[in-house]
């Protein structure tokens, strides 16, 4: 049976093969033995049963198989998803209540149906208004309050809050309570994750193993600190001392979820969801299309849009919450050389056959464990450098990426990402309300205009050559037409102004208005204003608004042309002194 183009599987499904097969296979173990502690953790970070977990690396895995178009992308539970679904989640009800693992089943209800919606409108597109500084710095800053939240486990003391500062006051206000075989279990769990992370490797590679398998092998840390600290517990009884661990996980394979209809917690959670939808979708297409690109495949938006999109519909009616593409788990599964998204589906099978046999293994888990888990993990993600970097290349991108830390450090998650979101918007309108604009003359010999501060050119002293750097906007057009026509009154000799539109992309009703209005000011002070080297859907928008009829002057297809028809004696001459660095537009 053929599958429909809009199903990601039909791209590979059709030629699967045996050694296809056998190599997804290898790469869905050495990915089950990583998830299983992952999924456990990341349910215990967002505030659920561990099983739930389970439930959320099953169906969403088989579902993204069939819509995406990632062949290595690992779906499932990860960090910054399960850190938001906490948020959100617990402004409904208390983690551990029943109202609670109903708002985040909703929540991964309303992220499918959001991502599934924007998928069929053809908007992957919409990711580009999470800029890089402001994604970056709300992965840094989630890592952060991550880590800060896991203190609880890691020292047996009750610890809660929304952001930084609550944590700690929650932290400080508890100290006494610290719970000493706790904090020995945990520190040494995070302790040897670190070494694993860091020295496991090399180590490996001096005891004979391949790059390859030192590297998969090194990775499989958190399984090895599983074991151990779930043995210790339980032939130790460490948990008779009050040492916290996962306890009885229902074994099974989760059965059919109906999402909530109320409308009202609908409502409440709409805004959220959407953040974790947006926040998964970046974090998911740009590792997706890294992976791809070094085996030089495609990756279409849209259509990742769907596969993650059903992929959280999917958790929802499996009991689970909110999921997205991981990084580490698609480093992982691409490094192990899976083929395509069946390894996924391979990968779903061995967590299923989890649910079912294995469970029973994960009662004396210490929390703590899992806890180390999430705090080396998330550590990972915090690049503090990248604020270094941000701050040399872009003022303003750093002042969004610190907005963006400081709301999720300072308010929290969702406040974080709405801050850098509005701050992004908000420094974009001011970088592009004041439109770079050169003043140019001839580059002696050429048929060329550069910058007159930046080359030795030739220059009219009759006449106002500016090159506009900017599409022309309501945000913009007001500034700019003051700009041109204070700079042409400034200079009694000018007769003509021509603007130089290579460089401008785009105009709206507002810029079609100024530039009529910038025309009948500058004919009333007897200047003629002419344009040259327009692009050609620009050029259909003047048309449209009867501008060729209108200006006063003429349409260049280049700018030499312009100057050869207003000035030609100007191209023989040298730079006139008053056309110096004391310009006034730059």
Same mark, same amino acid.
């Given at each position: 049976?053929?599958?429909?183009?809009?199903?990601?599987?039909?791209?590979?499904?059709?030629?699967?093969?045996?050694?296809?097969?056998? %190599?997804?296979?290898?790469?869905?173990?050495?990915?089950?033995?990583?998830?299983?502690? %992952?999924?456990?953790?990341?349910?215990?970070?967002?505030?659920?049963?561990?099983?739930?977990? =389970?439930?959320?690396?099953?169906?969403?895995?088989?579902?993204?198989?069939?819509?995406?178009?990632?062949?290595?992308?690992?779906?499932?539970?990860?960090?910054?998803?399960?850190?938001?679904?906490?948020?959100?989640?617990? $402004?409904?009800?208390?983690?551990?209540?029943?109202?609670?693992?109903?708002?985040?089943?909703?929540?991964?209800?309303? /992220?499918?149906?959001?991502?599934?919606?924007?998928? =069929?409108?053809?908007? &992957?597109?919409?990711?580009?208004?999470?800029?890089?500084?402001?994604?970056?710095?709300?992965?840094?800053?989630?890592?952060?309050?991550?880590?800060?939240?896991?203190?609880?486990?890691?020292?047996?003391?009750?610890?809660?809050?929304?952001?930084?500062? $609550? =944590?700690?006051?929650?932290?400080?206000?508890? *100290?006494?309570?610290?719970?000493?075989?706790?904090?020995?279990?945990? @520190?040494?769990?995070?302790?040897?994750?670190?070494?694993?992370?860091?020295?496991?490797?090399?180590?490996?590679?001096?005891?004979?193993?391949?790059?390859?398998?030192?590297?998969?092998?090194?990775?499989?840390?958190?399984?090895?600190?599983?074991?151990?600290?779930?043995?210790?517990?339980?032939?130790?009884?460490?948990?008779?001392? @009050?040492?916290?661990?996962? &306890?009885?996980?229902?074994?099974?394979?989760?059965?059919?979820?109906?999402?909530?209809?109320?409308?009202?917690?609908?409502?409440?959670? =709409?805004?959220?969801?959407?953040?974790? /939808?947006?926040?998964?979708?970046?974090?998911?297409?740009?590792?997706?299309?890294?992976?791809?690109?070094?085996?030089?495949?495609?990756?279409?938006?849209? %259509?990742?849009?769907?596969?993650? @999109?059903?992929?959280?519909?999917?958790?929802?009616?499996?009991?689970?919450?909110?999921?997205?593409? &991981?990084? /580490?788990?698609?480093?992982?599964?691409?490094?192990?050389?899976?083929?395509?998204?069946?390894?996924?589906?391979?990968?779903?099978?061995?967590?299923?056959?989890?649910?079912?046999?294995?469970?029973?293994?994960?009662?004396?888990?210490?929390?703590?464990?899992?806890?180390?888990?999430?705090?080396?993990?998330?550590?990972?993600?915090?690049?503090?450098?990248?604020?270094?970097?941000?701050?040399?290349?872009?003022?303003?991108?750093?002042?969004?990426?610190?907005?963006?830390?400081? &709301?999720?450090?300072?308010?929290?998650?969702?406040?974080?990402?709405?801050?850098?979101?509005?701050?992004?918007?908000?420094?974009?309108?001011? +970088?592009?309300?004041?439109?770079?604009?050169?003043?140019?003359?001839?580059?002696?010999?050429?048929?060329?205009?550069?910058?007159?501060? +930046?080359?030795?050119? +030739?220059?009219?002293?009759?006449?106002?050559?500016?090159?506009?750097?900017?599409?022309?906007?309501?945000?913009?057009?007001?500034?700019?037409?003051?700009?041109?026509?204070?700079?042409? *009154?400034?200079?009694?000799?000018?007769?003509?102004?021509?603007?130089?539109?290579?460089?401008?992309?785009?105009?709206?009703?507002?810029?079609?208005?100024?530039?009529?209005?910038?025309?009948?000011?500058? /004919?009333?002070?007897?200047?003629?204003?002419?344009?040259?080297?327009?692009?050609?859907?620009?050029?259909?928008?003047?048309?449209?608004?009867?501008?060729?009829?209108?200006?006063?002057?003429?349409?260049?297809?280049?700018?030499?042309?312009?100057?050869?028809?207003?000035?030609? $004696?100007?191209?023989?001459?040298?730079?006139?002194?008053?056309?110096?660095?004391?310009?006034?537009?730059?």
């Amino acid at each position: 049976m053929k599958l429909p183009q809009w199903m990601g599987a039909s791209q590979w499904l059709p030629d699967y093969n045996r050694q296809t097969a056998a %190599q997804d296979g290898v790469a869905a173990i050495i990915v089950t033995i990583m998830l299983i502690p %992952q999924s456990l953790a990341y349910a215990m970070l967002a505030g659920l049963p561990p099983e739930v977990g =389970l439930y959320a690396s099953i169906l969403p895995l088989v579902a993204y198989a069939l819509f995406g178009t990632s062949r290595t992308l690992a779906v499932g539970p990860v960090a910054v998803a399960s850190l938001m679904t906490a948020a959100a989640a617990s $402004e409904i009800a208390a983690a551990g209540t029943t109202e609670y693992l109903t708002a985040a089943i909703l929540l991964a209800t309303l /992220s499918g149906l959001f991502l599934v919606v924007m998928a =069929l409108l053809r908007l &992957g597109w919409i990711a580009s208004l999470l800029s890089h500084p402001v994604v970056s710095g709300f992965i840094t800053a989630s890592g952060l309050l991550i880590a800060a939240s896991q203190l609880k486990h890691l020292l047996g003391i009750p610890i809660s809050g929304h952001n930084l500062y $609550e =944590l700690a006051l929650s932290l400080y206000r508890n *100290l006494g309570a610290i719970h000493w075989p706790t904090v020995a279990l945990g @520190g040494g769990a995070t302790l040897f994750l670190f070494w694993v992370r860091k020295a496991f490797k090399p180590l490996l590679l001096k005891t004979g193993f391949t790059p390859f398998w030192a590297d998969l092998t090194s990775k499989a840390g958190p399984v090895l600190a599983v074991l151990v600290t779930t043995l210790l517990t339980a032939t130790l009884r460490l948990d008779e001392g @009050g040492l916290a661990i996962v &306890g009885d996980i229902p074994s099974g394979l989760p059965g059919l979820v109906m999402p909530s209809l109320n409308p009202g917690l609908w409502k409440s959670l =709409l805004v959220p969801a959407i953040l974790i /939808s947006l926040i998964g979708f970046v974090e998911s297409i740009s590792v997706a299309q890294t992976l791809a690109a070094k085996r030089r495949q495609r990756i279409n938006p849209d %259509q990742e849009l769907m596969g993650l @999109g059903s992929a959280n519909l999917a958790s929802a009616f499996s009991g689970g919450f909110p999921v997205t593409g &991981g990084f /580490s788990r698609s480093v992982v599964n691409f490094d192990a050389g899976a083929q395509t998204p069946m390894a996924g589906v391979f990968t779903a099978v061995g967590i299923a056959l989890t649910a079912l046999f294995l469970t029973g293994l994960f009662v004396y888990l210490p929390k703590a464990t899992l806890a180390a888990t999430i705090v080396v993990a998330v550590l990972s993600l915090v690049d503090l450098g990248t604020l270094k970097h941000t701050w040399h290349f872009s003022r303003l991108d750093f002042t969004a990426m610190l907005i963006t830390i400081l &709301g999720v450090l300072g308010v929290g998650v969702e406040a974080g990402v709405m801050a850098g979101v509005i701050s992004s918007l908000a420094l974009y309108l001011y +970088r592009t309300n004041q439109p770079h604009v050169a003043e140019i003359g001839q580059v002696p010999g050429t048929e060329h205009f550069r910058n007159v501060q +930046r080359h030795e050119v +030739r220059v009219s002293p009759t006449i106002l050559s500016l090159r506009i750097d900017e599409a022309l906007y309501f945000a913009n057009i007001r500034r700019l037409e003051d700009q041109i026509y204070d700079a042409a *009154l400034q200079r009694p000799q000018i007769d003509h102004v021509i603007l130089n539109g290579a460089a401008i992309n785009h105009l709206d009703a507002s810029a079609v208005d100024g530039l009529l209005s910038l025309n009948q000011r500058l /004919s009333d002070a007897g200047v003629t204003l002419h344009f040259s080297e327009i692009k050609g859907p620009v050029m259909d928008q003047l048309k449209r608004a009867n501008i060729p009829e209108l200006l006063t002057g003429n349409i260049y297809l280049t700018h030499f042309q312009a100057i050869e028809d207003l000035a030609p $004696e100007c191209l023989e001459k040298k730079r006139h002194d008053l056309q110096g660095k004391d310009s006034p537009v730059s």
